[in-house]
């Protein structure tokens, strides 16, 4: 096999290794955003995150952490589907690692560029908390992967 061969095979199967990544665009923060959050109870610890768009688009090297020192979670390329979500569970595989405390804690979430920062008020037994994309906060029934319930009214 010559050389050229060679370089040709390997330039073919890099470009069928990278070709689902190349041609999803990555993501834009704004557009993506944690819609819920879960600290204490069943389900888990979990985050989401909604692409509001109709288009797929990719995670590549977005940071989430409790901190803004982003030493929990890069993401590597994650597509989040049009219109859809994200979830990670604390110590999943392909999740964050730091746990979300029941007392309040923040999210931050980053492009590498930009970072949001989403304010946990203390968990209440049975609900999570739910942001819109200006990330307004309320309390809401648990709906992992799926739309956000209404927002509950928690006067006591």
Same mark, same amino acid.
């Given at each position: 096999m010559?050389?050229?061969q060679?370089?040709?095979?390997?330039?073919?199967?890099?470009?069928s290794?990278? +070709? *689902?990544?190349?041609?999803t665009?990555i993501?834009?923060?704004g557009?993506?955003?944690i819609?819920?959050?879960?600290?204490s109870?069943?389900p888990?610890?979990y985050?989401?995150?909604?692409?509001s *768009?109709? +288009?797929?688009?990719?995670?590549?090297?977005?940071?989430?952490?409790?901190?803004p020192l982003?030493?929990?979670?890069? #993401?590597?390329?994650?597509?989040?589907?049009a219109?859809d979500?994200?979830i990670g569970?604390e110590?999943?595989?392909?999740? #964050?690692?730091s746990?979300l405390?029941? +007392? %309040?804690?923040?999210?931050? #979430?980053?492009? %590498?560029? *930009?970072i949001?920062q989403y304010?946990? %008020?203390p968990s209440?037994?049975?609900?999570?908390q739910?942001?819109d +994309?200006s990330g307004?906060?309320?309390?809401?029934?648990?709906?992992?992967g799926?739309?956000n319930? %209404?927002?509950?009214?928690l006067?006591l």
């Amino acid at each position: 096999m010559s050389n050229y061969q060679f370089l040709f095979l390997i330039s073919i199967f890099f470009y069928s290794c990278t +070709k *689902t990544n190349i041609s999803t665009p990555i993501c834009i923060i704004g557009d993506i955003y944690i819609s819920e959050a879960h600290t204490s109870g069943y389900p888990e610890d979990y985050i989401e995150i909604f692409n509001s *768009t109709d +288009k797929d688009c990719r995670l590549s090297n977005f940071l989430l952490d409790d901190s803004p020192l982003f030493e929990d979670f890069l #993401f590597s390329d994650i597509i989040i589907k049009a219109n859809d979500f994200w979830i990670g569970y604390e110590d999943f595989d392909n999740s #964050f690692s730091s746990g979300l405390s029941s +007392k %309040g804690d923040m999210i931050y #979430f980053s492009d %590498g560029d *930009t970072i949001i920062q989403y304010n946990l %008020g203390p968990s209440i037994s049975d609900f999570s908390q739910s942001f819109d +994309k200006s990330g307004d906060r309320c309390y809401t029934i648990p709906t992992p992967g799926y739309s956000n319930a %209404g927002c509950v009214n928690l006067s006591l």
